[in-house]
């Protein structure tokens, strides 16, 4: 009789590819991934346009509104966050490791195609909250 070698089933598989992608790893965006557009945008609620989900949310004194909670987002779609903080701080989009620098007052994008399924936390480093969860599936 032979021996078969051992094998992971499938599932636990995904889950460790899973587990490993949401962690934190700090690293910065790519220059395509985030960048701000113009002031004043009007604020909308999460917008599922020809050009994918928009999906807005706004901070003010350490208050988070708009766009919060667990935001589902169809798999493939195009996302564009955009972020408006009244202080200096930086967003991630966790298990996508995109960063964006927020300026006070003025709208950050960060634009990407949700491609890993799964739910993500989006925060703020500096101030340590956390904005919402993407959940992509």
Do not use: K
């Not at 889950?15 to 113009?38: E, N």
């Not at 779609?77 to 996508?96: K, P, Q």
């Not at 925060?123 to 969860?133: D, I, N, R």
């Amino acid at each position: 009789m032979t021996a078969r070698p051992a094998r992971f089933p499938l599932a636990l598989t995904g889950l460790a590819l899973a587990v490993g992608l949401t962690a934190c790893a700090g690293t910065a965006a790519p220059d395509t991934a985030a960048g701000s557009s113009s002031p004043g945008t009007a604020p909308s609620s999460r917008a599922s346009t020809p050009a994918g989900q928009r999906i807005e949310v706004q901070v003010s004194g350490g208050q988070v509104g708009g766009d919060t909670g667990r935001v589902p987002v169809a798999a493939g779609e195009h996302v564009t966050l955009v972020i408006t903080n009244d202080v200096a701080d930086e967003v991630h989009v966790h298990g996508y490791d995109l960063e964006a620098e927020l300026s006070p007052g003025q709208p950050t994008e960060i634009a990407f195609d949700a491609t890993i399924p799964g739910v993500f936390e989006v925060e703020l480093h500096e101030a340590g909250t956390q904005l919402l969860s993407l959940q992509v599936g």
